[in-house]
C-alpha cells in the first residue's frame, strides 16, 4: 500500500516503511555506513567527513536558520541540547535504527528515516514507542505537529548517495 501523508509534495508515492537494509541501493548503504562509523567515534566532528562527502551540504533546517558559509559542525553542536553534539550522535543512531521509507518523486528516490515520521502508524508496543522516543531532539519534546505526534527528526538520503538533510519537522 502506497499513502500520501498530509504535508508531503503532491505526487509523492511513498512506501511503506521497510526494515531490510538489503534493498539500499549502494551509494545509500555507503553514506549510512559513513555516517555511522562517525558516530561510533563518539565525537561530532567526525561527522565532518560524511557532511563533506557532498558536494553540497546537508539542510539541518527546513526553515534555513543558519546562515550559508556557518561550520556544519557548530550547527550541529548549536542543535545538540548539550551544545557539545551528543545528543545529535544519540538521534542519528536512533533514527539509523528504524526502519524507513522510500519516497519517489518524478524522477528522484529518497530514502528517509524514521519511517513513522511519514506514516501515521501507532507502535506496536512499549519498547517501539521508546525507540521512536529516542528520534526527538530534546528541544522537540513539548512540540507536536497537527496529528499530535512529536517532531521526530529525519535524515533524508538521495538514491546517488547525498545526504540532503538531517532536521526535525519545523
Known amino acids: 500500500m502506497i499513502r500520501k501523508p498530509r504535508g508531503d509534495v503532491i505526487g509523492d508515492v511513498i ?3 521497510i526494515g531490510d537494509l538489503a534493498v539500499l541501493p549502494a551509494p545509500v548503504a555507503r553514506i549510512r555506513d559513513k555516517i555511522l562509523a562517525a558516530c561510533e567515534t563518539g565525537d561530532v566532528e567526525a561527522l565532518r567527513i560524511p557532511i563533506d562527502w557532498n558536494e553540497t551540504r546537508p539542510l539541518f533546517a527546513k526553515s534555513g ?3 550559508a558559509g556557518t561550520d556544519p559542525i ?4 548549536a542543535l545538540s541540547f548539550d551544545r557539545k ?4 550522535i544519540a538521534l542519528i543512531r536512533a533514527i539509523f535504527a ?3 521509507v522510500q519516497i519517489t518523486r518524478g524522477p528522484t528516490t529518497l530514502y528517509e528515516w524514521p519511517a513513522f515520521a511519514r506514516h501515521s502508524q ?3 508496543n512499549e519498547d517501539e514507542a521508546r525507540q521512536r522516543w529516542r528520534c526527538v ?3 522537540d519534546l513539548m512540540r507536536s505537529n497537527a496529528e499530535g505526534k512529536p517532531h521526530a527528526t529525519r535524515i533524508g538520503i538521495a538514491a546517488d548517495g547525498v545526504w540532503h538533510y538531517f532536521w526535525s519537522e519545523d
Open 15 to 17: 512506501s511503506p516503511p
Open 65 to 67: 536558520a543558519f546562515k
Open 74 to 77: 557548530e550547527i550541529l553542536k
Open 85 to 88: 553534539g551528543r545528543e545529535t
Open 98 to 100: 528504524q526502519p524507513f
Open 122 to 124: 501507532p507502535p506496536n
Open 137 to 139: 531532539r530534546f528541544a
